[in-house]
């Protein structure tokens, strides 16, 4: 993940949010919580992840294009993965 | 008999139909029956945490207004609804968010008529009917048959909403295997994440993930890892290579189902990868 959550918290600090919200990682937390759980200072990453994904998804970009999910994937691929890629993704 | 709401979802009526199957029959022969909800919809699959998107909780919503109306209890088995379920639920009951829950209520026809304990199928085992119970109808133990229990993020986590189990070590699936007659082993990544849904855009990132619980579950001696969600099942089970002595991955409603005397064409093992049968075969439990 790059940046990993330290570091991102560090570029927020530094007011360099646009670095942020460039970043791969945002897309690639899944909000699996264990950083915030393990963090000291109780700083909940996902939320902020979310909250930058949500400023790049309000503006109407996408990062998941549902046309270009294959058909053996579609075949194969439980469908509880599709409506959260494109939910957490897409517009 | 008690009979509790069933929640299934979409994965559990299609590609996770053994999940399902074996729950249903498997809670039979414990002592309990999984009534399924009429009209359930969508659970929205992922919890959305943007605090203003109220309109992505209205799924859940609709599905707890609707439990509410039948009882005080609501029982899921996909790791995936359970999450969202119970932090939807927490977000209508939490004392002090009763202005929003009001504001979520409104958005759906159906009226929420009391609060509804959102449960894990392994919470009634636990809580509901209790180890010594669930060990009195295993007839056939498991024997020895030495379990990795992977647990994953949405079970476990966040831990003040989900209060299930320790968020990072939780014991629950490890109890019901002993008691199943399995010997659970240690298992470091058993609270890590599979990439969940990153498997749809970047299969390589969900992969690496799965790969290494895989890993850290065989350097501890398991024989079989066992799973409580089909995106987590997939991950595991689907985008690895099957080379020799790769570990099988189940349900762990498939090994319920086993130690409780269901016959093999009812545990669903055409939808594991590998060679189950075999691998069940040898350790004398088929």
New interface residues.
Partial sequence: MDPPPSKAIRLLQLGRASELLESDGIWMCASCLVCGTRCPRAVDYARIAEACRAIILRSRQSRVDPDTVTAPDLEEIPQQAFIAAFRKSSV | MTKYTYYP???LY???RSLDLCARKAAEKVGFQLVEMPSWN?C???????SD?LA?QVGPVRNLAKASQLGSTLVTL?A?CHNVLKRVQNRLDQPGNEVESERLKTFVDEKYERPVKVLHYLEVLKNEIGWDKVKEKVTKPLGKLKVASYY??LMV???EVLSFDD??NPKVMDDLMRVLGAEPTRFDFK???C????????RD?AKGASQKILDNAKAWGADAVVTTC??CQ?NLD?LRALTDGALPVFYFTQLLGIAVGLGQDELGLEHNSGDPVGFLKSKGLL
């Fill in positions: 979802g979409c994965t299609t590609k996770a969508c929205g699959a992922i919890y959305n945490a943007t998107d992505a996909c995936a994953g993020c986590r966040p831990k968020p990072e609270a890590e994440c990439g969940g849904y990153l498997v749809v855009n970047r990132v089909p995106l997939y689907k």
